[in-house]
């Protein structure tokens, strides 16, 4: 087991990753999760707007665990820097019968422009 972490910890190292969570998420450790992104993106000096979006679309995936997830709001979410850019992963078990609603969001989503992202949100 031991081995297997360490071997966990350098893939995320390769990778970039240095948040990840996984387990059951709530509004109040989104809070937690939230401090702690910020101040580790701060040590790193990144600027205030970068530290600003990174953390509103950790929020947003967040939020999108504990409303949709299958599994009583458990996901998982990452985030690294790789190639001078942030990134945030996130997923989650959604159930069936929010599939095609999800999907169709989504989909409007990704016809956006930046300006029309900015108007929805």
């Known amino acids: 087991m031991v081995k ?15 948040l990840s969570f996984s387990g059951p998420l709530s509004q109040e450790l989104m809070v937690e999760i939230g401090a702690t992104l910020k101040q580790k993106m701060k040590l790193e000096e990144a600027s205030k707007s970068t530290v600003f979006r990174v953390f509103s679309m950790v929020v947003e995936n967040a939020q999108n665990i504990i409303y949709y997830s299958a599994e009583e709001s458990h ?14 992963m ?3 078990m959604v159930k069936n019968e929010k599939v095609e609603r999800l999907r169709k969001k989504l989909t409007a989503l990704q016809t956006m422009d930046k300006d029309e992202l900015k108007k929805h949100y």
């Open 4 to 18: 297997n972490l360490y071997a966990l910890k350098k893939d995320f190292g390769k990778r970039g990753i240095f």
């Open 75 to 88: 996901g998982i979410i990452i985030v690294g820097y790789e190639n001078k850019h942030y990134f945030v």
């Open 90 to 92: 996130s997923g989650n």
